[in-house]
């Protein structure tokens, strides 16, 4: 019989790892780790708890609650092949590394090393949307989720049933991508994400017309704009965005957003306006050290950068710099994961990533580009399909949205970190 073991992001977001054991094959689908806590393994399935005798992984895309444990998998003994796009590939290769240099810098026990890199890129097999991979006797079929550029979902055909997993989702156009199209096959199994379930997100076009007004009003103020964003898909966005709604002030770049654009321009064919976005990144300008840094805070000006949880990367040096002046502002644009420094500067005005606390005085505020489905675009596509069962995950209200869907006459379960599913 076959069965799903959930090992990681079940009801809450983020870790996501499910085990597709139909008797005959197991397939690995995602293996990711907690953003807000890297290191926390209760109820996470590692290598020694997963074993190694997967007969593949396939990886959504390059976030790393999704792909951030993969390269563990080989500093474990795993041989075997890794499956994803060639942009989620090489997106994810930038946070890989980036991952192995902050465990040094925090001097944690790392989960993984350069040697395994290598090793899983000797393993990679890149996947293209369209295209069914054979695993045994199963077919695996990607399709686009719509979600970043590179992402995908996966549905596995066992022979006896077929499981679509979503890993993230958006069936909304954004000015970076086309929304996924929930057009599948007959769907038996449907594993989702639910990060929004509670939530129906604004009007994209209604969205993007309050941010660039507000960014307009702050620089009037004769301030800068931190616009702190996640460096694969919402940097980009955020370009266009700036572009689109013709800010006049100069806009730079910085950070791991910079590389990660590079790389993105690479795949024109995931993009919805790919010439806007090179013209918008060659107008960019790209801090290189922090002397530069300072120099774009001398006069109005809009700064898109790392980490979009205001975990570190450059937006570190900003906030140190801009926090108790009046005329700048913080305008975050995604979702705050609790525990993270985003999520407690949203709920107590203190920025505290590390030990020291900094009160913060500048303005701050958080517009809702998210990337994902809202609750509206969840039930919708739960209907386009019609599955005869949904599993829902990578969501804090997982459970509520299975209630819901039930009371509209589906069949559905919200499994807990470790628990086994039989399909």
């Not at 396939?58 to 998998?73: K, W």
């Not at 994400?193 to 620089?219: G, Q």
């Not at 559905?412 to 470790?418: D, F, H, I, K, R």
Request: glycine share 10%.
């Amino acid at each position: 019989m076959t069965s799903l073991k959930f090992l990681g992001g079940c009801r809450e977001v983020g870790r996501s790892g499910v085990l597709l054991d139909t008797g005959a094959e197991k397939i690995l689908l995602d293996y990711g780790l907690k953003l807000s806590d890297p290191e926390a393994e209760d109820g996470i399935g590692r290598p020694e708890k997963v074993g190694l005798n997967l007969d593949g992984v396939f990886i959504t895309h390059c976030h790393l609650d999704h792909s951030g444990m993969v390269p563990r998998l080989y500093n474990r003994g795993y041989q075997g092949s890794t499956y994803a796009t060639a942009t989620t590939f090489d997106l994810a290769k930038t946070l890989w590394e980036d991952s192995i240099k902050i465990a040094k810098m925090e001097g944690r026990e790392q989960d993984f090393l350069e040697d395994d890199l290598k090793k899983l890129e000797r393993n990679q097999r890149r996947v293209a949307v369209g295209q069914t991979v054979p695993v045994g006797n199963s077919n695996v079929s990607i399709y686009d989720a719509g979600h970043v550029p590179g992402s995908s979902s996966f549905l596995v055909d066992t022979g006896d049933k077929t499981v679509l997993y979503t890993g993230d989702i958006n069936t909304i156009d954004t000015r970076l991508m086309k929304g996924t199209n929930p057009n599948y096959p007959d769907v038996d199994v449907l594993v989702m994400e639910t990060t929004y379930a509670d939530i129906n997100h604004s009007p994209r076009k209604k969205l993007e017309k309050e941010f660039a007004e507000k960014v307009k009003e702050r620089l009037a103020k004769d301030g800068t704009v931190i616009v702190p964003s996640f460096a694969i898909g919402r940097s980009q966005e955020m370009l266009l965005v700036l572009k689109e709604h013709g800010i006049d002030a100069p806009i730079y770049l910085d950070g791991m957003s910079v590389e990660a654009t590079k790389k993105i321009l690479r795949y024109p064919e995931f993009l919805r306006y790919p010439d806007e976005l090179k013209e918008a990144y060659h107008d960019a300008k790209t801090p290189a050290d922090d002397d530069e840094r300072k120099r774009a805070l001398e006069g109005p000006s809009v700064i898109v950068t790392t980490a979009g949880m205001l975990g570190g990367g450059p937006f570190a040096y900003y906030i140190k710099e801009i926090y108790d002046e009046e005329n700048c502002s913080i305008l975050m644009t995604g979702y705050q994961v609790e525990g993270t420094a985003g999520r407690k500067l949203l709920d107590t005005g203190i920025y505290e990533p590390e030990k020291q606390g900094l009160d913060v005085q500048c303005y701050y505020e958080l517009f809702d580009f998210s990337a994902h489905c809202g609750r509206k675009e969840l039930f919708d596509y739960v209907k386009a399909i019609d599955p005869e069962k949904v599993v829902a995950m990578h969501g804090d209200e997982a459970e509520n949205f299975i209630s819901d869907l039930k009371e509209r006459g589906y069949d559905g379960v919200a499994p807990s970190n470790g628990e086994e599913v039989q399909i």
